[in-house]
């Protein structure tokens, strides 16, 4: 059975998010909500988890996992950007972007994109995420809770943990999430192209 965490959506409790990461650590997948919708999420060189991800909505060896990361610098450690890319992407940091970049060596091959090598990553701008990312110190490897057959992602923690008691390790609730993704960026060429329109606005790439 999943642990269920309800954690203040402001101040979120230091025990509680100790305890989710310590779930984290421990090769476990939890759910987490973001400033989008909720995540799926794993530790970066957790193989087993990724699988259990692709298990739980139906996904491909294709899929693209996205690093959910804590800030700038850190996300600077995992993707290359130019100068001319800076400004841009950093203004739309955190918010519900994600952006594809070129990787580097940081980055688990499996992650990457086979031909182009890039990465999906983000900066959520919501506090539990942020907490959860902190205590962690890396990023973590995430997908849109998004269950097979489903248009929309779920928005309450407790329909979470019922419908995944037996599939996650952890469901992190603090209130309601919102439902839709965020809006994706790929950068991988140098132009802006917008793959997804999301919930973040598309007008600053167009």
Known sequence: MARYFDVHPVNPQARAIGQVVGV??????VAYPT???????VRMGDKDGLDRIREI??????????????????????????????????AATPGPY????????????????????????RIPDHVVAQAIL??????LVSSTLLLPGEDEPMTQGWEIKEALDHQVDAVVDSGECGTEPTTVIDFSDGEAEVLRAGAGDTTRFA
Do not use: W, Y
């Not at 984290?24 to 997948?29: F, L, M, S």
């Not at 400033?35 to 999420?41: H, I, K, R, W």
């Not at 994600?98 to 990553?121: C, N, S, Y």
């Open 57 to 90: 909505r139906h996904l491909d060896e294709r899929h693209h996992f996205t690093l959910m990361c804590r800030d700038f610098a850190q996300l600077g450690q995992f993707v290359t950007i130019n100068n001319a890319l800076f400004r841009s992407i950093k």
């Open 24 to 29: 984290i650590r421990d090769g476990g997948v």
């Open 134 to 139: 902190a205590e962690l110190g890396e990023p």
């Open 35 to 41: 400033d989008s919708c909720f995540a799926l999420g």
């Open 98 to 121: 994600t952006f594809i970049l070129p990787a580097t060596r940081e980055v688990p091959r499996r992650l990457l994109h086979p031909k182009k090598k890039t990465v999906g990553v």
